[in-house]
T-cell receptor, first 114, second 113 residues
Framework: GAVVSQHPSWVICKSGTSVKIECRSL??????MFWYRQFPKQSLMLMAT?????????EQGVEKDKFLINHASLTLSTLTVTSAHPEDSSFYIC??????????FGPGTRLTVL | GDSVTQMEGPVTLSEEAFLTINCTYT??????LFWYVQYPGEGLQLLLK?????DKGSNKGFEATYRKETTSFHLEKGSVQVSDSAVYFC????????????FGQGTTLQVKP
């Protein structure tokens, strides 16, 4: 099946710094990618939809200035957590929408903010 | 709004036991229905899906039938294996057909030898 990668797989940063997470579709092009957040033992919550060549659309309650999304190419979307704080610590997961109308998920990135 | 409710876990079964994980949804339209599986340390993988009423999705011995009348999509497997131990997520793509997925809370399955 199609492969989606995320980098880094885990990151630890100090409070107030910014962290960038990359999501790549390795063997297909994706005009649409999604970013989710998963808290421990909870479900995935959609944060935003990333569209290649246009602005991301954010779900209600998600701060767009806090979570910057850039989808500069058909195989890469990035999520930057700006001025991270401990409450931003979470598991961030991306998915890429394949032409077969199936979403393929990345392995996730564990962010820990000290 | 659209939502998905799954049975709470964890579910602990012995090998070769029958598995059912219940999933019900609310949606204003006719969503596609999915089951995703997350093995320890890995990302979500699509297990099976159904796109219209009475469709049956199946994969790796797992099955689920799209029941429009009961708004359900219960996951079943006749004989589980230790390797099936994972977290299972039921999801719908909502009424907007935008590809956005709405997930249930996930059900942890532990299969003991």
């Amino acid at each position: 099946g199609a492969v989606v990668s995320q980098h880094p797989s885990w990151v630890i940063c100090k409070s107030g710094t910014s962290v960038k997470i990359e999501c790549r579709s390795l063997d297909f092009q994706a005009t649409t990618m999604f970013w989710y957040r998963q808290f421990p033992k909870q479900s995935l919550m959609l944060m935003a939809t990333s569209n290649e060549g246009s602005k991301a659309t954010y779900e209600q309650g998600v701060e767009k200035d806090k979570f910057l999304i850039n989808h500069a190419s058909l195989t890469l979307s990035t999520l930057t957590v700006t001025s991270a704080h401990p409450e931003d610590s979470s598991f961030y997961i991306c998915s890429a929408f394949h032409s077969t109308d199936t979403q393929y998920f990345g392995p996730g990135t564990r962010l820990t903010v000290l | 709004g659209d939502s998905v409710t799954q049975m709470e876990g964890p579910v602990t079964l012995s090998e070769e036991a029958f598995l059912t994980i219940n999933c019900t949804y609310t949606a204003t339209g006719y969503p596609s229905l999915f089951w995703y599986v997350q093995y320890p340390g890995e990302g979500l993988q699509l297990l099976l899906k159904a796109t219209k009423a009475d469709d049956k999705g199946s994969n790796k011995g797992f099955e689920a039938t799209y029941r429009k009348e009961t708004t359900s999509f219960h996951l079943e497997k006749g004989s589980v294996q230790v390797s099936d131990s994972a977290v299972y997520f039921c999801a719908i793509d909502g009424s907007s057909n935008t590809g956005k997925l709405i997930f249930g809370q996930g059900t942890t399955l532990q299969v003991k030898p």
